[in-house]
């Protein structure tokens, strides 16, 4: 089997080799150029010790030395040229103890994770395949290089890349691995919190059902939360299946956007602990989306997502069963006015998949009736017509009762009470300061 090695790297390969190493392109580049698709990177490995690599090419930085590893930097790309080592003595589940450089291909390609990701190839691209990554990538099976539980015991981050390949590449966790996934996913607590938030991008792999299907208690450890949701049933007519089964049809349901799937599989978390069974043996979850909205951010927080995807993502569980199917013109202004349309869009996505996941029956797109109303208000959509300078000149002192009467206007003119026409919105704020001057305002204090 030859892959087509691209020409920089071929370079790289040659110079290292002119000068005496052994060099080639190995792990995810040989891995994606066998499946045919495109590299995010082309890594090397040589017998070649770093400092050794680095005198070798002009412009080079020392990455991760300590790890054997030289970024040779050519043009704007850069190529991690690393040599070839063993790592020993893991003691806490994650960091090797001590890197050894080795001077043999075949112990460089014996610590790599998978058998897929465990080739190399040489300079004329002929792939270099020690640990059957050739039959496994055919059969689409990810497997360990060697002892299952002892790579994963070795190193607990594995456990996740283990699934994050196997939900982006569709392939079948090979018994043994998925074994040993399931004994040592405790380990995983090893792993830091940013890193696991890192890896939940498996979420938009196309196989991803299957992995949450099959993995329930790594993503227990992950997120202990979700303990209580698994086999939970709802005793409910809109559901035929237990929260989990519907959480993971509901994620795999959705657009591959990493918001909207991170929003489904935490979209019912609240639901457990808000359970309840009626008189009819009928169950029920009333106030599960706030709860939900409530935990997902601690949860969030916890795995050190940023500020940004922390509110966003929890803003959407809050947010799921907001009666879409009902919005008005006058709504999605509303609706659009304080939230934006990029939320609408998103929130829409979540409802279609988590309706799809109730698994009852055909669902309704809601694209179809809402997109005419975003349009319509868009078209409509003008600055307010009236500004902060105009209410200095109404007598409103300087500071947050400007913004304060503005969002009053603003939501008149949403609820159409008043048209957004200057002379009406300065009657408006006429009437509310002679409404309120008595009341609210102490007048020496505020101006008025
Ligand atoms: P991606 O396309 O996601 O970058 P990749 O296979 O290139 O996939 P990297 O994280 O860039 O993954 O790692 C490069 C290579 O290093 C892998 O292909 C694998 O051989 C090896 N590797 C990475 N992380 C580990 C690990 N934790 N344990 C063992 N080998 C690893
Ligand atoms: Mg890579």
Redesign the pocket.
């Known amino acids: 089997m030859r892959i087509e090695i691209p020409r920089r790297v071929r370079r790289i390969l040659q110079t290292l080799q002119e000068a005496g190493f052994a060099a080639y392109a190995?792990?995810?580049?040989?891995?994606?150029s066998v499946l045919g698709s495109e590299?995010?990177?082309w890594?090397i490995c040589t017998s070649a010790r770093p400092e050794q690599t680095a005198a070798l090419f002009s412009h080079t930085v020392l990455t991760g030395a300590k790890y054997g590893t030289v970024t040779v930097v050519d043009g704007e790309i850069c190529y991690e040229v690393t040599t070839f080592r063993a790592?020993n003595g893991y003691d806490d589940h994650r960091h090797p103890k001590e890197i050894e450089f080795l001077s043999s291909l075949e112990d460089d390609?014996s610590?790599?994770?998978?058998s897929?990701?465990?080739m190399a190839a040489d300079l004329s691209g002929e792939v270099i395949d020690l640990f059957d990554g050739l039959h496994d990538l055919r059969h689409g099976l990810l497997r360990c290089?060697g002892e299952p539980s002892e790579?994963f015991a070795?190193?607990a981050?594995?456990i996740l890349?283990a699934l994050?390949?196997a939900s982006?590449l569709e392939f079948t966790i090979e018994p043994k691995t998925a074994k040993a996934i399931h004994e040592l996913c405790p380990t995983l607590q090893a792993v830091a919190r940013e890193r696991i938030a890192k890896e939940l991008q498996l979420l938009c792999g196309g196989g991803v059902e299957a992995i949450l299907r099959e993995f329930p208690d790594v993503f227990a450890v992950l997120i202990p939360e979700l303990r209580p949701c698994i086999g939970f049933r709802q005793f409910n007519f809109h559901h035929k299946y237990d929260v989990w089964e519907h959480t993971l049809c509901a994620v795999a349901a959705a657009p591959k956007d990493f918001c909207i799937r991170l929003a489904l599989l935490l979209h019912d978390i609240g639901k457990p602990s808000c359970f309840t069974m009626d008189k009819n043996a009928v169950g029920h979850f009333y106030g599960h989306a706030s709860v939900s909205g409530l935990l997902s951010e601690k949860i969030l927080r916890r795995l050190r997502f940023d500020n940004a995807t922390v509110k966003y993502v929890s803003q959407l569980v809050s947010l799921h069963d907001y009666p879409l199917a009902e919005m008005t013109e006058r709504s999605v202004r509303r609706f659009l006015a304080k939230y934006g349309e990029k939320t609408l869009r998103d929130l829409m996505s979540v409802r279609y998949a988590d309706a799809v996941a109730t698994g009852m029956g055909e669902v309704r797109d809601l694209h179809e009736r809402l997109e005419p109303l975003i349009e319509a208000v868009r078209k409509e959509e003008q600055p307010l017509q009236l500004k902060g300078a105009d209410l200095l000149v109404l007598g409103v002192p300087q500071g947050k009762r400007i913004s304060e009467l503005l969002s009053l206007a603003q939501e008149a003119v949403f609820d159409e009470q008043i048209p957004n026409e200057h002379d009406a919105l300065v009657a408006f704020v006429r009437n509310w300061i002679d409404k309120h001057s008595q009341t609210c305002y102490n007048k020496s204090k505020e101006g008025f």
């Open positions: 190995v792990g995810g580049c040989v891995r994606d590299p995010n990177d890594d790592e390609l610590r790599r994770d998978f897929i990701n465990a290089v790579r070795e190193d981050l594995r890349r994050r390949f982006r």
